[in-house]
């Protein structure tokens, strides 16, 4: 998929330090993302993501699915990472579909 580059490219850009991100790594966060959230509501948990506390414990959760699933060597930082390009990339879409509808 596209927008999985375009993200790949994102957290390349923004990443601080050598830290490279290869697509595949990429792709395994993202599953690891939906995986949670899978998990979250199967269990009923009742975590508010729009709380500091909230989106930390959904984010270190996300990080033991992705250490014990696919067994990625990342952390917290590396998911929060992956959100903020994430929604950056779904912005700029969102923008230039606007734009190419003038």
């Known amino acids: 998929m596209k927008i999985d580059q375009f993200i ?3 957290m390349n850009t923004m990443s601080t330090g050598n830290k490279e ?3 595949e790594i990429v792709r395994k966060i993202k599953r690891s993302v939906s995986l ?5 509501i199967q269990k009923k948990l009742d975590i508010n993501f729009n709380s500091p506390n909230g989106r930390k414990k959904i984010n270190e959760r ?3 699915i ?3 699933v696919f067994k990625l060597n990342i952390t ?3 998911i929060m990472l992956f959100r903020t390009c994430k929604s950056r990339e779904a912005k ?4 230039i579909g606007t734009l190419e509808k003038r």
């Open 21 to 23: 991100y290869p697509l």
């Open 62 to 64: 996300t990080t033991h």
């Open 92 to 95: 700029d879409r969102k923008l």
């Open 76 to 78: 917290v930082k590396d």
């Open 66 to 68: 992705a250490k014990s």
């Open 36 to 40: 949670e959230k899978e998990d979250r």
């Open 8 to 10: 790949c490219d994102y």
